[in-house]
């Protein structure tokens, strides 16, 4: 019998975070007889006059939404981290007890005033609003002297967490560089040391090369499930140039971006023909001031859905205690969502 | 305006991981709209006919289960982890597409035939049955030549993707290191090389000094929420003795934990009357043969419910991307475990 990756348990390395991945693909067999998801299929209006992210709207704390058109973004009123507090720090029982504060500032970014839409149903030139959204938030906030990294975010469905259905995203911004940003910085550096060249530059040389796990690709990026993939069907949008930061794209590749994040997420919803759900975000260089030529940019996808519209995969015991662990190869997957079309199941054009 | 660790946000330090969480106490104020999780009131009888972990009941492959009186163990019919497979390796791309074949197995533990029961309703002798499986299992596959890491694991409730409400466990053994074990291993090893004690003597005796967030205490163990949790109402069980395994614990030490483990599970579910959800394992030293002294076994709880018994903590977004997060200190969460009876809520006696 020999080793077949298609069929028996293995790890897979994750050289962005130095981290590995447990993968049973013998295991999305198994009956589930746990937890369901509800769906979500009801229709809303393009308005609500209820939604505190709707123009014209009252938010909790009294202000009022403009009546914007395309994008629009504010202060999260119940933010996790705040602008306006002293310094402190911790530091007892031989380094057992430490802690510091942390200033920095969180915004709630609205894709369109559309209550109805999400991103996959969005057209590319409403979407390019929203790259140019982060390419603001980014530069404004990364600006400010006390701010070193700013996270684009986006929780899509309920199950996500996701407390209001209106397309929108967050971005926090904040002091110190989070764990996520820091795994990825500290191995793209040592890459970029070693070879020259940026880790995702050579890893996404050799995917275009291979094919099996590419989903998407127009002329600047490419939409692929990573090798390493943990979520059961994970994606990252990757620029084909090394670019560190989303203020460094040309206005090309910004809309090659829209476009991407449009493909991907129209797949996404095909796969199971549902609005389906996923936290994603932008993981690319610090606002430090300094230059990071090893950042290679990247959005990555987290979606749980694994069998069905309501079956999604847990993320428990094993995997909280021990280590990643997935139930279908990354190949499988990517399969899956390159065979969707490129039309919205929704869609009433032909 | 003094920086103020109740109120204000911050970074706290896990010693044990070596890393950071965000602390953002203020945060708890927040309104709620999002999603809402299903209570289970069902009334189980003690015996399911269609439940395949009942005694003496088929279960999914023919196999009957035994008419077993305490505890019962059996290899998972779906098992993420299988011995029959050969070994296989890749490592291509220049470090950037490697993984390996990986060999282990999975097993269930029936902790009661009572499938109308949970661990805080069983009574600490049958707690004390399932001590003493977790030893039997952790000695029998550890001494597996290939087997160098047993990890014990409970997920109770269906929000943590358990899918059978009768009491039960599990256990994985494997070739590998999973990684939360090996950050662990890492930062106790180092510990323990400075300074001659396990890191978690030194932290549970000033844990015990400053009690603001013990949470349960007797002769042998103490539960505490430590200071650098991250899930709500995080909690861990510490041996006051430096033991590296639970095979290593004295007959009085297995029943100590035993009754820790009962007392702190009534308390869970008397916080909102609710059979408290969660994920539980034990972190202990590997079966790879070595002596292990820097190991001090725990027992650490993961649960999700934040607010009520229907509003959980969504781990997504930013805590997926960018760093784990909390909305209300580990002080104010273990006053509110602490203040709880010891009485079960759902207990008739007095
Ligand atoms: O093995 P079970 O109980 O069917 O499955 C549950 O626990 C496993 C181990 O934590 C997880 O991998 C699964 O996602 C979860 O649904
Ligand atoms: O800020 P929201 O949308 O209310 O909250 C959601 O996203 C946050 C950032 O990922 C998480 O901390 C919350 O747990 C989640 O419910």
Redo the contacts between chains.
Sequence with gaps: ?????ED??????N?LTN??V???P??A???????VEKVDEEQRPEHDPNCYLCAGNTR?NGEVNPDYKDTFAFQN??????EE????E?N?????????????LCKVICFSPRHDLTIPEMDVDGIRKVVDLWCKEYAELGARDYIN?V?I???KG???????PHPHG?V?AQE?L????EKKQANQLAYFDK?GKT?LS??IA?ELKQGTRVVYENEHFVALVP?WAVWPFETMIVPKRAVARVTDLTEEERDALADAYKSLTVKYDNIFQVSFPY?A?I?QAPTDGEDHPEWHMHM?F?PPLLRSATVKK?M???E??????R?ITAETAAARIREQSLTHYKSTVL
Tied chains: 1, 2.
């Design positions: 019998m020999e080793f077949n990756f028996h348990p293995h790890r897979r390395y050289p981290e590995w447990q993968v049973s013998h295991r067999k198994r009956p589930w007889q746990g937890q909790i009123d119940f933010a996790a981290l705040l507090i002293p310094s402190g911790v007892e029982g031989n380094g057992l007890f430490k802690a510091k504060s942390e200033r920095g990294y996270q975010f986006e929780n309920a199950v996500m967490g996701c407390s209001n967050q926090w110190s989070p764990l996520e940003p070879n880790m050579d890893y050799d090798y936290s975000g993981h990555t987290y847990f428990v015991g094993y909280m205690l021990a280590n990643a662990q139930d």
